[in-house]
């Protein structure tokens, strides 16, 4: 077990390494000139402080920081605006809340991320546990809508929510009521779908950028492939049992990609019920006791050759994380790490000596379960996908035997339905 973990542990720590890659897109320099180019596509689960990218495919790639651009963004994607503003950093950890309910403003500059842009803009900024909301209306400079956890004298916590007051005053629908505000949360899903109620109220033209239109958060894929591995039996002290011949078999199922959306796409997690049957015909060996009393701990045991037939339908669930090493707008390349659970649904098990008769010995594998580890890699192009795996560990335990698999290898074509 030890041996496997670490195998996935590397696994994923090369998938770190792996090649960014560039995405069209613009830089705004101090001079406020815009310059096309391509813009290194990193996960910033923080707001960055600078940003890579060269103007052509072969060109050098450059790093500016925040005091060299004002502006950096790929369209329909996200978009970073500079931004000198007052931020409040007051912790909304219990143990240290401050006394006073007010504010303590910053002077600092940041990259602001654009979540709604139109006659009201809503931004974003993130550090660490940190997260802020800042907005602008008819090209006013951005300020922070204020929500700050403090405790009061009675040494209860208070929340200051004047973030509600500010849209009251500046942003609001003319239909609006006071009760319309009281149940409106510093969550970034409710300001947004505000601030694009607001935009619609006033007829403006604005741009969503927590909605992408060439990509969705999810992938919903038909699987059909094959397997290939052999049976493998252990006796559980006695040692080997079984070691099969190679067989193929037929998989069935449905994939459910889920995207990251503060990833970038770079990152998923998937689930995938999978259908597959398993038929063999194997010789091996059964261990039997040929004397055993409790004054004879070196007891002798008989090794009997035999058959072993297996014949099992199961429904195998992968529940694992895949890493896009190159991800272009119709092209891709992935790799996949996680853990597959396995469920028998239906088998029939038989062992006979060599001469044919019955050797009595049990391995029913009925309503047994699995669990093991999965390495695989694919190349996906628009809806299609072609993926490799490797299964490791996979076993189903009987009362005598572990009945798993060595050599476990599927490979699967995908198509994508939505």
């Not at 000198?84 to 219990?94: A, G, Q």
């Not at 033209?205 to 052999?230: C, E, H, I, P, W």
């Not at 011949?245 to 503060?262: D, H, I, K, N, V």
């Amino acid at each position: 077990m030890k041996n496997k973990l670490i195998v996935l542990f590397t696994f994923f720590c090369l998938c770190t390494y792996a090649q960014n890659d560039f995405q069209k897109g613009y830089v705004i320099n101090n001079t406020g000139d815009t310059i096309n180019a391509l813009i290194k596509n990193e996960v910033w689960i923080n707001n960055p402080r600078d940003v890579s990218y060269k103007t052509s495919e072969n060109g050098e790639v450059k790093i500016h920081t925040i005091d060299h651009v004002r502006e950096f963004g790929v369209p329909e994607h996200y978009q970073y605006k500079r931004v000198d503003v007052r931020m409040d950093r007051s912790t909304n950890d219990f143990s240290r809340l401050s006394n006073d309910r007010n504010p303590d403003f910053q002077e600092e500059r940041l990259f602001l991320q654009s979540l709604v842009e139109g006659a009201a803009n809503l931004y974003f900024y993130r550090e660490g546990g940190l997260e802020r909301f800042f907005y602008s209306v008819e090209g006013s400079h951005p300020e922070q809508l204020i929500y700050k956890k403090y405790n009061t004298p009675d040494n209860k916590v208070g929340i200051n929510t004047r973030y509600k007051q500010q849209l009251w005053q500046d942003v609001k629908c003319p239909s609006a009521t006071i009760n319309s505000f009281k149940n409106l949360d510093y969550r970034r899903g409710e300001l947004v779908r505000y601030f694009v109620n607001y935009n619609k109220c006033s007829n403006s033209n604005y741009q969503d950028f927590t909605q992408r239109k060439d990509t969705d958060f999810f992938n919903v894929k038909l699987k059909l492939g094959v397997g290939v591995s052999a049976l493998k039996m252990d006796q559980r002290e006695y040692g080997n049992a079984v070691e099969g011949q190679l067989q193929t078999s037929l998989r069935l199922g449905m994939e459910a990609e889920y995207f990251f959306p503060f990833l970038k796409r770079k990152w998923s997690f998937f689930i995938e019920p999978t259908y597959y049957e398993f038929e063999t015909k194997d010789k091996g060996v059964a261990y039997f006791t040929v004397a055993s009393v409790p004054s004879n701990p070196n007891a002798s045991y008989a090794r009997v050759e035999g058959y072993f037939e297996v014949d099992y339908s199961a429904i195998e669930i992968p529940l694992a994380f895949r890493y896009y090493i190159i991800s272009k707008e119709n092209s891709n390349f992935f790799l996949n790490g996680g853990l597959a659970i396995g469920r028998i649904l239906k088998s029939s098990t038989k062992a006979t000596r060599i001469d044919g008769s019955s050797l009595n010995t049990n391995f029913d594998l009925k309503d047994s379960g699995s669990a093991s580890f999965l390495l695989g890699v694919g190349y996906s192009f628009k809806s299609f996908s072609l993926e490799g795996r490797y299964h490791i560990g996979k076993s189903y335990r009987t009362r005598q035997y572990n009945v798993g698999h060595s050599k476990d290898f599927t490979l699967s074509l995908g198509y994508r339905i939505f």
